[in-house]
């Protein structure tokens, strides 16, 4: 599924691909955030060599209407929901710059927590 504009000299699509690798970015630079998590569907095209940018957001559109999923791996010492309360605007705010579409939600799951500085594939 897309986004789709249309205007005077034709239509804009943006991929459901596109918007996950907006928020996976955005979300990976948060502090505290090590990782980002995955579903069974991510794990198994990693398994394959497949590299997904988009790992750890789900998306959904409605026309202009956005709502996300991220999946979080969070280092220990943190207060979570900060974290979490962070991701959330700095990945609505990003998506809605990007696409001029509205992010209706933004939903947060903290999927694992690691110590240290090691991140969930270290």
């Not at 897309?2 to 943006?14: D, F, K, L, P």
């Not at 579903?39 to 790992?55: D, H, Q, S, W």
């Amino acid at each position: 599924m897309e986004t789709t504009e249309v205007n005077e000299w034709g239509s804009i699509h943006i991929s459901q691909r596109v918007i996950a690798s907006i928020a996976a970015l955005t979300a990976a630079q948060s502090a505290y955030v090590a990782d980002l998590g995955t579903n069974i569907a991510e794990v198994a095209a990693e398994k394959l060599g497949r590299t997904l940018p988009g790992r750890g957001v789900d998306v959904s559109i409605d026309g202009q209407r956005i709502e996300l999923t991220v999946r979080l791996v969070v280092r220990y010492g943190c207060r979570i929901p900060d974290v979490a309360l962070e991701v959330q605007k700095s990945v609505k705010d990003a998506v809605e710059k990007a696409t001029a579409c509205t992010v209706t939600a933004v939903h947060i799951i903290v999927q694992q927590l690691v110590f240290g500085e090691e991140d969930r594939h270290g």
